[in-house]
């Protein structure tokens, strides 16, 4: 049974720093890409970033790009997404994804956590 346990969400000042985490189960890790999305109230969910499977290359969307960076750490079965200079409009609630692609498509979410950029 595949699960993906985000944490490391809550309360963050404008311009302060968080780190979310990601940690998997059962799945091979090291196998799927992994991203982070995110939902604000009302909103569309969008890709915040993703990194590939061996964490060779990252992508992000224009509007976290040189404040957030995505990461990952195999051994740990760990996806990590440090948020610098957070703004009010960074809250939402984030999740995790993991994708597996070759002659079919594997994919799973985590529950999310709600991140919040408040003073």
């Known amino acids: 049974q595949v699960q993906l346990v985000e944490s490391g969400g809550g309360l963050v000042q404008p311009g302060g720093s968080m780190r979310l985490s990601c940690a998997a189960s059962g799945l091979t890790f090291s196998r799927y890409a992994m991203s982070w999305y995110r939902q604000a109230p009302g909103k569309e969910r969008e890709l915040v970033a993703t990194?590939?499977?061996?964490?060779?290359?990252?992508n992000y969307a224009d509007s976290v790009k040189g404040r957030f960076t995505i990461s990952r750490d195999n051994a740990k079965n760990t996806v990590y997404l440090q948020i610098n200079s957070p703004k009010p409009e960074d809250t939402a609630v984030y999740y995790c994804n993991a994708k597996y692609v070759d002659w079919r498509t594997l994919e799973y979410w985590g529950q999310g956590t709600q991140v919040t950029v408040s003073s």
């Open positions: 990194i590939t499977s061996a964490g060779d290359s990252t």
